[in-house]
């Protein structure tokens, strides 16, 4: 019934990506960041913390919505690129249900690291839910010892020395900007947690 949510996904990104011009324009995607963001009339802005936000506002979507903000060309372009490739390997395999389990999970931990460790709200991208993907086809393809997913292993070993480089600053020289590593962390992590789960209760190969 439900087929190829990965291209919403996508969708989303490029439009909210237009309308903000790469996030510069803060407006346009203050009700899609981590935590709620006021802007006067004046132009002055205001952060809110996670307790004002989430607990008093109730404004919970925000654990998710950062993923469809994105600040520049590439960031958005390499960002889609995966989330068409692994949304569809993992769509076709497992079912859209599984698909859109791990990104909502891959999201709210991954964004949830990021925020709580760094201590800032302006940050966003789909590269947490693409490390989730990862992790997820990475653990289900090493434990069955089965290409399920027909992904390099070298992809695998790039994806995790990516990670490296950018806690090691290494990215940052490279003009690469601001990299939300713990976002990538923490997108890993669940990737690797949600396949676990995943192949004790439904996988059967």
């Known amino acids: 019934m439900f087929k190829n949510f990965h291209i919403p996904i996508i969708i989303f990104a490029v439009l909210f990506a237009l309308i903000s011009n790469f996030g510069s324009v ?6 899609l960041t981590f935590t709620n963001i006021n802007i006067t009339n004046q132009g002055y802005i205001s952060i809110f913390d996670f307790n004002q936000t989430y607990w008093i506002g109730n404004q919970w979507w925000r654990l998710i919505t950062p993923i469809f903000i994105h ?7 390499f960002n889609c690129l995966w989330i068409f490739i692994l949304g569809e ?22 964004n949830c690291l990021q ?12 590269s947490g839910v693409i490390y989730g993907l990862i992790g997820f086809c990475m653990i289900i393809e ?13 992809l695998y070993l ?16 490279f003009g690469f900007g601001s990299v939300a590593n713990f976002a ?8 690797i947690l949600f396949a676990m789960i995943y192949k004790n209760i439904y996988v059967r190969l």
């Open 26 to 31: 803060i407006a346009a995607i203050e009700f």
């Open 71 to 77: 600040f520049s060309f590439a960031h958005l372009a």
């Open 89 to 110: 390997k993992i769509e076709n395999t497992d079912g859209s249900l599984i698909f859109i389990l791990l990104v909502i999970f891959s999201a709210i931990l991954s």
């Open 115 to 126: 925020y709580f460790w760094t201590e800032t709200s302006l940050f966003g991208g789909l």
């Open 142 to 154: 090493f434990d069955t010892q089965y290409e399920r997913y027909k992904l390099p292993p070298a």
């Open 158 to 173: 790039f994806m995790i020395v990516w990670l490296l480089l950018g806690f090691a600053g290494i990215l940052d020289l």
């Open 184 to 191: 990538h962390l923490g997108g890993l992590i669940s990737g």
